[in-house]
């Protein structure tokens, strides 16, 4: 019983974390809280359905094409509501909304060409008839793609030169553009790549849970209270919260019932909220 109840929360570590540091990379460098990514994750699900309906392309071809669709959406989303609203003088609240409508708009939008019934992606050519202690072949591929993915974005943008940019859009714009470097760029970057991971983990998601217009903004909500948990504006903190809410998930549904456990996240992200806003690893210049 133990060993599945780390397995069952090894998986669902793997579901959240990379929509999670999406979502960070978004809040690090815009300082709202895009719900758009919700959007991002819905579309990227469904990329990869159209995908492997079509027959082509294995697993590595739907999660290029994931990864793309909701970097494309984020790009797109940054470039003409979220830039022109904030070069007019728009605050987080007007920009919070914004991006409440646009994710309404792409769901809603989903929900009107799929219909909402729940899709079930074809899985036979996808890494069947292997599997490894207690794990399909699916689920150690989703845990070993977003470890290794989280990993290496995080020493990307803590480590490298690159990811200088991103830290330094979030917490000195004009200083940014004395050095020649417009800030507004390196945003664009940052919503792509952040675009890209949720679509990419709508993809992973899928494979577990199936899908359905509305089951993005699901995992916006974990990945927000994860964030915040772990630590808002730290990497690391990412990983800690994610592994908090994944292990808490499935303690709770395992051993009291999975009709609460959400209920039981919230409570827990309220007591964050009023006890330490900027979580476990945050620093108090970033409380939210």
């Keep these: 019983m133990k060993l599945q109840l780390l397995l069952n929360s090894l998986i669902l570590f793997g579901l959240y974390l990379l929509p999670t540091i999406g979502f960070l990379i978004l809040y690090n460098s815009t300082r709202f809280f895009n719900l758009a990514h919700g959007a991002m994750f819905s579309v990227g699900g469904y990329t990869a359905y159209l995908i492997l ?28 509501i979220f830039r022109p609203l904030r070069e007019r003088g728009s605050g987080a609240l007007m920009l919070l909304l914004a991006s409440f409508a646009v994710l309404t708009l792409v769901l809603n939008f989903l929900n009107l060409v799929f219909g909402g019934e729940i899709l079930i992606l074809p899985q036979e050519k996808l890494l069947s008839g292997f599997s490894l202690k207690g794990l399909t072949g699916i689920q150690i ?26 830290r330094a859009v979030s917490e000195n714009r004009a200083l940014l553009s004395t050095y ?13 790549l952040g675009g890209g991971l949720a679509g990419l983990g709508g993809f992973l ?44 998930e499935t303690v709770f549904s ?28 945050g620093r108090r210049e970033w409380n939210i």
């Design 53 to 80: 309906k079509s027959g082509k392309g294995g697993i590595w071809l739907p999660a290029l094409g994931a990864f793309l669709v909701g970097a494309l959406l984020g790009f797109v989303s940054e470039k003409f």
């Design 141 to 166: 591929f989703i845990i070993t793609l977003s470890i290794i993915l989280g990993l290496g974005i995080s020493a990307l943008v803590e480590l490298t030169p690159y990811g200088a940019l991103f």
């Design 180 to 192: 020649g470097i417009n800030p507004e760029r390196v945003i664009l970057m940052a919503t792509f």
């Design 205 to 248: 998601a899928s494979l577990e849970t199936n899908i359905y217009p509305f089951y993005g903004f699901e995992f916006l909500l974990k990945a927000m209270v994860a964030m915040i948990i772990g630590g808002v504006g730290r990497y690391s903190g990412t990983f800690v919260g994610v592994a908090l809410v994944a292990f808490g």
């Design 254 to 281: 395992w051993f009291i019932s999975a009709q609460w456990k959400d209920a039981f996240l919230f409570l827990s992200f309220l007591i964050f909220l009023i006890v330490r806003p900027y979580g476990l690893l």
